[in-house]
């Protein structure tokens, strides 16, 4: 590595990450891209992870540590981005991996426009019975017509609707700073990445995303409940802590508070779906409120909404324990998505084809491999 500006900084938020802690340390020394500073940021780990990392950085000078109480993820990723000194700026959650030539291709392709960021397809990560990792393509575009090309949110609305895995990609350190942006500094880890994706879009003008996949994602339970009273709400919370910045910011307000409001109904129906029961009603008579409240200011773009999204959105605002009683009354309250997975890789494509287009779906049903 040079002694001026590393080409990027890789943060990684590590918190109790001991059992794949050195299978990403490994993958992000292992870049091809070799002009990089890797930020471990240690919130209070219980574990070895902090002895790990100091082994690690003992043997490798690119590795910074900062060892700090904890403080949740958002404090933690904000601490490694006003440490990180690179070009740009990657995220690396420890119990991930990646490809090893991912920050060279995505660096390459950033110098090549100035672009604010880029991102990329990812790989879903599972580990079976024998240690077999199995690698399945996400590919995070509505359309296959965006990749590859420079991109302009500021233009295009559904520019939004490309999936906000945050560390698919890297962020020029520059604007970053420029334009404050951060992640929500909230207790533990709760959904932070809504708001560093959302100011994200609203403050660039040259995007891309390459038709390629690098980062390896390792999925957790997504069918776990949220079980405890106090993770209820964070979603919305959230949303809350986003919608505040906007309102800050009038100019940016006037003009994406409609798609705001749009992408808050998407995620906080995936919060809901993992609520147990008895917080349901509760999350949903909040999620009422608010959106009454946001009719009646007219921030509701309809023309941006589905009319089944439309008309669910309304039968909630309307009255959430109807809704709630009939959704309970129906298929077992699952979802269309995950009926669809039940029933096998022709109803996933049929599903995608409907939500998100015939590149999309292609991808989505069938790009499925073993590493």
């Known amino acids: 590595m040079n002694n001026t500006t590393p080409k990027a900084s890789v943060v990684m938020p590590i918190y109790n990450a001991e059992p794949y802690l050195e299978q990403a340390l490994d993958s992000a020394l292992a870049q091809t891209l ?9 919130d209070g780990s219980k574990d070895t992870s902090l002895e790990t990392i100091r082994r690690y950085a003992a043997n490798d000078t690119r590795i910074k540590i900062i060892d700090k109480p904890n403080g949740g993820y958002g404090h933690t990723m904000n601490v490694g981005i006003s ?6 700026v990657g995220i690396l959650e420890p119990d991930d991996y990646l490809r090893p030539d991912m920050y060279e291709r995505l660096y390459n392709r950033a110098i090549q426009d100035d672009l604010d960021f880029i991102r990329s397809d990812y790989y879903r990560l599972t580990t079976d019975a024998d240690g077999i990792d199995h690698l399945e393509r996400e590919p995070i575009c509505n359309k296959s017509s965006y990749y590859n090309k420079t991109l302009n949110p500021q233009n295009n609305m559904d520019l939004f609707n490309i999936r906000m ?18 992640f929500n500094e ?14 994200s879009y609203c403050w660039a003008s040259k995007i891309a995303v390459l038709d390629e996949a690098f980062y390896c994602y390792r999925q957790d339970n997504a069918a776990s409940s949220i079980n405890q009273s106090n993770k209820v709400f964070v979603m ?18 006037e003009k994406f508070i409609g798609i705001f409001e749009y992408k ?4 906080c129906e995936f919060a809901f779906s993992r609520l147990a ?16 409240r946001a009719f009646s200011n007219n921030e509701i773009d309809e023309k ?43 109803s996933v494509f049929s599903y995608y084809l409907k939500e998100e287009g015939i590149g999309s779906a292609l991808k989505r049903a069938f790009s499925s491999i073993v590493r």
């Open 236 to 253: 919305l919370d959230e949303y809350q802590w986003i919608e505040n910045w906007l309102r800050c910011n009038p100019q940016l307000c």
């Open 304 to 346: 941006l909404f589905w009319p089944d999204e439309l008309n669910r959105l309304k039968e909630i605002v309307a009255d959430p324990k109807l809704y709630l009683d009939k959704l309970r009354a129906g298929a077992d309250g699952k979802s269309e998505l995950l009926a669809a997975r039940e029933k096998g890789k022709l």
């Open 186 to 199: 909230s207790p533990g880890a709760g959904f932070q990445d809504n708001g560093f994706w959302f100011q």
């Open 277 to 292: 029961d008895e917080f349901q009603l509760p999350f949903l008579e909040r999620y009422a409120a608010e959106y009454s």
């Open 264 to 267: 808050k109904t998407h995620n």
């Open 165 to 182: 895995e945050n560390w698919t990609g890297i962020y020029k350190r520059s604007w970053l700073v420029e334009h404050n942006i951060k």
């Open 83 to 88: 440490n990180a000194t690179g070009e740009y």
């Open 34 to 42: 070799t002009d990089i500073e890797i930020i471990c940021v240690n």
